[in-house]
């Protein structure tokens, strides 16, 4: 599905990821776990189009998509969230969903003015409303981000990632401050997105949320993979234990 090849980064000095290789399966939940500041963030940037590493090559179901802008990436099939909200402060929830879906299909201006894209503009509402409801957002759509309670905004968020109907999924610490039924929601919500298809790569570094769902796990240090395989493979893993406890006989 993903292949990452030896992708380095910096930032000016700082070595955010160096040699970064790794091939994500074809298909199920994938998490990728690591310290603060390993380097996920840069590494969803690189995939993304939002950072153009120095070297390496990132490949999407076998095509290269290094160098790609963000938009021709979201294009072909990969959809993202951020660690830290995106969303538009002065507009709804539901216009803000819209967002998640622009430039997917291109409906001509002119067509819509003369009121000959109904059919267009029909079909996504439906899904705007569609992907509120899976989400749990319809009672905020009309409120604006500013109103409407963190844990809400996080669903919405996955909700609009989800409006592309993406191949691949990335989401970049989606159980960060919610709460246990809150996460136990999000992990039902990502089963169902996955069991729809979609392939799914998460940032996250609680590790008892991604016990459950994640097949396979890359662990990231100091912007290298020190580990690779299944979560019982990663968590004894001595240097993931080490990274996560700085215990240096763990
Ligand atoms: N745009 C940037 N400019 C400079 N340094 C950055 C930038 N983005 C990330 N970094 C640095 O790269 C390293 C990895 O950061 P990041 O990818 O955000 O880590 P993580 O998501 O694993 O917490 C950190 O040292 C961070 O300070
Ligand atoms: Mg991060």
């Known amino acids: 599905m993903l292949d990452i090849n030896n992708i380095g980064v910096s930032f000016g000095g700082v070595h955010a990821l160096s040699n970064v290789t790794f091939a994500m399966p074809q298909t199920g939940i994938s998490a990728l776990i690591g310290p ?6 840069t590494l969803f940037n690189v995939i993304t189009g939002f950072v153009t590493p120095k070297e390496g090559s990132v490949k999407f179901d076998g095509k290269e998509i290094t160098g790609f802008k963000s938009e021709q990436v979201f294009m072909g099939g990969i959809s993202r969230t951020f660690q830290n909200l995106n969303i538009i402060p002065e507009l709804t929830l539901r216009e803000n969903m819209y967002l998640g879906f622009i430039g997917k299909e291109r409906p001509s201006a002119f067509a819509t003015m003369t009121r000959l894209n109904r059919k267009y503009w029909k079909e996504t509402s439906q899904r705007i409303e569609e992907c509120m409801n899976f ?12 109103s409407v309670p963190y844990g809400v905004l996080k669903n919405f968020e996955l909700g609009r990632a989800v409006m592309s109907k993406p191949r691949l999924l ?25 069991s729809m298809g979609v392939c799914i790569l998460m940032v996250e570094h609680d590790m008892q949320f ?3 769902l994640a097949d396979f796990v890359v662990c990231l240090n100091f912007g290298q993979v020190i580990a690779a395989g299944t ?3 990663v968590r004894e893993n001595k240097e993931v234990l080490r990274a996560y406890l700085g215990d240096e006989d763990a």
Not at 170 to 188: I, R, S, T, V
């Open 36 to 41: 603060n500041g390993a380097g996920k963030t």
């Open 135 to 146: 989400v749990n957002v319809t009672e905020y759509a009309d409120m604006t981000p500013g």
């Open 170 to 194: 990335l989401l970049d610490e989606p159980a960060a401050g919610l709460n246990l039924a809150e996460k136990e929601n999000l992990a039902d919500m990502v089963r169902k997105i996955q």
């Open 210 to 212: 991604i016990s459950s």
């Open 231 to 233: 979560y019982a493979e």
